[in-house]
């Protein structure tokens, strides 16, 4: 019930208005779409493709960027209000995932333009998104807490995020991968929840389930460190801040 | 009357509670052990105790006044038995929903106005929209902040953020108040008006752990006292023998 309210409270605060969320992933698209179209390296419907895997990919990338400093943001709170410090990186993933629901329309509408109509992977869909969240609020508990210790985890972030995104089948399939380089890349937990985003609307690029296990064991191992991580490193950030 | 005897259900129980600091600035932080232990690790040298075996219990409606010079934890304790703040060492037991005034601040965030901080303040406490719709005009008053409801909380004077922060705290109706030297800042009307509220609820039977410098208000308020002394163990005991040992301290000066 206190989480529910602070989440709303949190809310309020943060979503600047609707637009915001279509207008900034339709950016994004719309960037890599002539950034890849100079290359001649695009695919069929590329926007539809991109936007695909984009949502769910900005959806993760907000989360990390924003857990480094969410226990900091908050300090004042945490240090008058005697509440399971959880629930501040948890609110923080909760108002991301609001945020990645809202931009959802986005991918409708293109497809809509395109006439594609999605694939039985669509059935699938949920668990890429249970996996996905699982890893948000892992990843969310274990940045913020060692961020608040340790600094550099903030610097390294970043280039991690950044690194990941290109390692990642955000902008292409993981089909084109060679064989070798395709079963290495399976180990990327978001690997196979971004070719299940994909395979609703490319089911012709689908490489099979392999990743999506190792997006299963990822999520949860993911999950579970985040937890334990976040109630060993507790004491010294509640002293930090 | 009422059997004096039975003793009432403790409201804050605290046993053998130490808590350390690194000195340095650039602590030696094994990874291993932050991961293992959940500590950063320091050397010996390095750690700060500013107490440590500090043990003492506070009845229900009982007032206990914390006393020490700069540095020795006081703030430090209110913060443990808020529960924002983990002991090193030993258990703390609070029996009863607290309302902190820490440091000035009852946690505002500073960029929301002061209506914002007083929903999400109170919603942290479990109040409903509704519950607090009711109080608000009465906390504003009282805070004499009525003008400025909407202005961002950073802008207020420290006096003003301290007026709003003990109106908020006071009004929570949480049986525990930890108040941290909220009568050194204000002006003379403020202190007498807190004085009054202090007293309130104090004979409403609440208790209270009151940090102070001010001699005459920890004897107006509190029967006993807790005396912080750096690095040495904390002592505890009626009011007047307290204040009376910490001013004989030949360590005071």
Known sequence: MLVDRGLRHKYANSVLGYAWSLLEPALFISTYFLLLKIFHKTYPMYPLFIASTILPWQWFATVVNSSTGTLRANSRLITSIALPREIYPLADVTVKTVEFALSLPLIVVIAWIYGVRPSGYVFAWPLALAFELMICVGLALLISSLNTVLRDVERGIGLVIRALFYLSPVLYPLQRLAGSLRGVAAYNPMVGILELNRAIWFPAYWTGWRPVYFSAIGAVVILLLGFSVFARVERAVLKEL | ?253
């Open chain 2, 1 to 253: 009357m009422p059997p004096k005897k039975r003793r009432p259900r403790d409201a804050i129980v605290v046993k053998d509670v130490g808590i350390k600091f690194a000195i340095n600035r650039r602590r030696r932080i094994g990874v291993k052990n932050l991961l293992i232990e959940g500590r950063t690790a320091t050397t010996g040298v390095g750690e700060y105790w500013p107490f440590r075996h500090l043990s003492f219990r506070v009845a229900k409606g009982e007032s206990v006044g914390v006393i020490g010079r700069n540095g020795c934890g006081k703030s430090t304790l209110l913060r443990l038995v808020a529960g924002v703040m983990l002991p090193d060492e030993g258990t703390i037991q609070v029996n009863g929903g607290v309302g902190a005034m820490i440091e000035l601040s009852a946690g505002f965030v500073g960029d929301l106005t002061a209506r914002e901080n007083v929903y999400l303040i109170s919603s942290l406490h479990g109040f409903t929209r509704e519950q607090t719709d009711e109080r608000f005009d009465e906390i504003m008053r009282w805070a004499g902040v009525m003008r400025f409801v909407d202005t961002p909380v950073m802008h207020f004077s420290s006096g003003m953020r301290a007026r709003l922060a003990f109106s908020i705290v006071t009004r929570m109706e949480e049986p525990i108040l930890l108040v941290d030297e909220v009568l050194a800042v204000g002006d003379r009307a403020f202190r007498r008006k807190c004085a009054a509220v202090i007293e309130n609820m104090l004979s409403d039977g609440r208790t209270m752990l009151l940090v102070s410098h001010n001699e005459s208000d920890l004897r107006r308020w509190c029967t006993r006292g807790i005396y912080l002394r750096r690095e040495q163990d904390p002592l505890e005991g009626p009011i007047e023998e307290i204040l009376e040992m910490y001013l004989d301290d030949p360590d005071q000066t």
